[in-house]
């Protein structure tokens, strides 16, 4: 057997790839699990101060006059109107409901056999980016869930049953479904992209042979 038939024989076939998650790459996802969930308990009460000033800004831009206020404080986000009788309590929202998924994106990307290379971080920084604003329209619904379902009469005048299934239903889909997808989705768009290139780099190649012979 020549060297060039060995090589062949080593090397996987065209359209193969080696499995995704070896002990190695299991390994890094739960050291990256780790450190994220660390990072997350250290700053998540700052990480919720951006989404409440976000996602109160956002609520704001529809409504007339803009009555909403939300603030983060205790590991909550509380909701507050300005039309809201002085003495009555301030419903608080939960903001790990939100946001702990951004520990599984982390872990996710860390199965990359490099995961600190800059592309790759550069990726990275790019999904997290859009899950951040993913927090932002979740934390939108959850506003507007408690509007059209606990302030009893005042939901029923101000709010119509489209709407009222609309905002509710959409909060619930992303608790139950939404907040587990949006990691997987997000590292399947941006952290996938380099290693199905270099699958394809190998195609390219063997029919450029076949063409020549």
Do not use: C
Not at 95 to 110: E, K
């Amino acid at each position: 057997m020549t060297p060039e038939n060995r090589r062949r024989e080593a090397s996987p076939a065209p359209g193969s790839a080696d499995p995704l998650l070896t002990r190695r790459a299991a390994l890094r996802g739960l050291v990256g699990f780790l450190l994220a969930l660390a990072f997350w308990f250290g700053f998540s009460r700052a990480y919720e101060k951006t989404l409440a000033f976000g996602s109160g800004a956002l609520t704001n831009l529809f409504e007339s006059p803009d009555v909403t206020r939300l603030e983060a404080r205790d590991g909550e986000i509380l909701l507050d109107r300005r039309d809201f009788p002085p003495r009555s309590a301030r419903p608080g929202l939960s903001g790990p409901d939100i946001h702990f998924n951004f520990v599984l994106l982390v872990a996710l990307f860390a199965l990359d056999p490099r995961p600190l290379r800059g592309a790759h971080v550069a990726r990275f920084l790019a999904a997290a980016a859009v899950l951040w604003l993913i927090h932002v329209i979740a934390l939108v619904f959850q506003v507007h869930s408690v509007y059209v379902t606990s302030l009893g009469a005042w939901s029923a005048a101000n709010y119509g049953r489209v709407a009222r299934n609309f905002w509710a239903a959409g909060w619930h889909f992303y608790l139950i479904a939404g907040r587990f997808a949006a990691p997987f989705a997000l590292w399947w768009l941006f952290g996938r992209r380099e290693e199905e290139t270099v699958l394809e780099k190998p195609r390219r190649r063997t029919k450029g042979r076949r063409s020549k012979g």
